[in-house]
């Protein structure tokens, strides 16, 4: 079975800096995707990044970008010019292929302070 | 983007009645259906795997015969809590599917209070 960590329950940054939130998974697969979700306070899941085993760049979403290390199987999520809006929960996700059901980490609650 | 609805989004209910929340894809058909639950400040918690025309598949420790999936087409699927008690209070996520897409789409969510 898969497993994802999430080794920060809480962080905090300052508006307009940058941010790491780690995750590290475990599986015996070689193909997978990996996810990063947003939760703000009306808890809406919202994808954030998604990541695909076999591709070897890192995805990027804007101010948002991954470190995708498959050996190491770490998954971290570099949020950049952090906003007040980012102010949420972020989860990070496994996905087997054709599964459809993801399995999360725990959760890091993320608060950007002005 | 797919979009999926829930409904209710709030719901406060009395110990011992049922509630029914609804899931919908709005502008795709679903092929499969989860249903998760979630504790203030915890991580979502799967709670059954829901396939058009067949019994929901629960996952280990969940009773089935306290919360009911029915997935009567491609586009709904609903959970029913029955006789609830406030230990049943959480907010319930749904998901959809599409097959090959390997996505998840969330819907936002249904507060469920029982007094």
């Known amino acids: 079975a898969q497993t994802v960590t999430q080794s920060q329950p809480e962080m905090s940054v300052q508006e307009a800096e940058t941010v790491t939130l780690s995750c590290t998974y475990d599986t015996s697969e070689n193909n997978y995707y990996l996810f990063w979700y947003k939760q703000p306070p009306s808890r809406q899941m919202i994808l954030v990044i998604r990541q695909e085993a076999y591709k070897q760049q890192n995805a990027t979403e804007n101010r948002f970008s991954v470190n995708f290390q498959k050996a190491a199987k770490s998954f971290s999520l570099k949020i950049s010019d952090s906003q007040l809006g980012d102010t949420a929960m972020y989860f990070c996700a496994f996905m087997r292929p054709n599964a459809g059901k993801s399995t999360f980490g725990d959760g890091t609650t993320l608060t950007v302070k002005p | 983007g797919a979009v999926v609805s829930q409904h209710p989004s709030w719901v406060i209910c009395k110990s011992g009645t049922s509630v029914k929340i609804e899931c919908r894809s709005l502008?795709?058909?679903?092929?499969?259906m989860f249903w998760y639950r979630q504790f203030p400040k915890q991580s979502l918690m799967l709670m059954a795997t829901?396939?058009?025309?067949?019994?929901?598949?629960?996952e280990q420790g969940v009773e089935k015969d306290k919360f009911l999936i029915n997935h009567a087409s491609l586009t709904l699927s609903t959970l029913t809590v029955t006789s609830a008690h406030p230990e049943d209070s959480s907010f319930y996520i749904c998901?959809?599917?599409?097959?090959?897409?390997?996505?998840?789409?969330f819907g936002p969510g249904t507060r469920l209070t029982v007094l």
């Open positions: 829901s396939n058009e025309g067949s019994k929901a598949t629960y």
């Open positions: 998901s959809a599917t599409v097959i090959l897409e390997d996505t998840q789409y």
């Open positions: 502008d795709f058909q679903a092929t499969t």
